[in-house]
């Protein structure tokens, strides 16, 4: 067989296997939906957006005692701070993945500073006349490329991918969960409180109105 022959065969061994992939491409599933929205305004169609930061969303109440709770809250949570720390470790494994797909080059250098004394012996039996001073420096390098021949590289990089977009859409979700929550509660509180003070008022005018048929009773105006 030829040497144009070889080369040829191999190039379609080649081409045949890097055609070969891991798996086929995503593709979402069909869900049955209504033609139309059938809600009547102000209800409309949701389009979630979870990985977007939401922001202060709570500074329209105009409260500042509110801001300062919901600030400790977002900085101090501890369910939070899970839901960052896997929202980094995503990151890091993304770019694992997608580096896999990019040669990688390996470098550094070496220097190294040597001095010999004279009258020193040498391999030829006689002693150095003089000092000598030596300079040493390597400067390696490593080239590595793996061909991603069977599509596994790639979907574990498309995996990583989607599940660093998974950890961010959860962590804004789990702030959302938390300033919500809180904000709930301290609207609670204050409705709770704004009872007990009505309830308040309202058994201080019985006291008056008590006080006021005793003394009448006592001047003997009153039964």
């Known amino acids: 067989m030829s040497l144009t022959l070889r080369l040829c065969a191999a190039l379609a061994l080649v081409l045949c296997l890097t055609a070969c992939k891991v798996g086929p491409n995503y593709t979402r599933p069909g869900v049955p939906a209504p033609p139309a929205w059938k809600e009547q305004p102000p209800w409309r169609q949701a389009s979630p957006m979870d990985s977007l930061p939401k922001g202060t969303w709570w500074g329209i109440f105009g409260d500042s005692e509110l801001d300062q709770y919901e600030a400790k809250a977002l900085g101090a949570n501890q369910t939070?701070?899970?839901?960052?720390?896997?929202?980094?470790?995503?990151?890091?494994?993304?770019?694992?993945?997608?580096s896999g797909l990019l040669p990688q080059l390996n470098g550094g250098i070496t220097a190294q500073r040597s001095r010999t004394s004279?009258?020193?012996?040498?391999?030829?039996?006689?002693?150095?006349?003089?000092?000598?001073?030596?300079?040493n420096v390597v400067i390696p390098f490593n080239f590595t490329w793996e061909a991603d021949v069977f599509g596994g590289v790639r979907r574990n990089a498309e995996s990583?991918?989607?599940?660093?977009?998974?950890?961010a859409a959860n962590l804004e979700n789990v702030r959302l969960v938390i300033s919500s929550e809180l904000a709930a509660?301290?609207?609670?509180?204050?409705?709770?409180?704004a009872e007990i003070a009505v309830l308040q008022d309202a058994v201080q005018s019985q006291?008056?109105?008590?006080?006021?048929v005793e003394n009448r009773h006592s001047a003997g105006v009153a039964s």
Do not use: C, H
Not at 160 to 166: L, S, W
Not at 207 to 212: C, D, I, M, N, R
């Open 80 to 98: 939070i701070e899970v839901a960052r720390t896997q929202l980094e470790q995503a990151r890091a494994s993304a770019r694992i993945g997608l």
């Open 118 to 135: 004279a009258n020193t012996p040498t391999a030829s039996g006689l002693p150095l006349v003089s000092a000598v001073t030596n300079n």
């Open 160 to 167: 990583a991918a989607a599940q660093y977009q998974a950890s």
């Open 185 to 193: 509660d301290y609207f609670s509180l204050r409705e709770l409180d």
């Open 207 to 212: 006291q008056k109105a008590l006080q006021l």
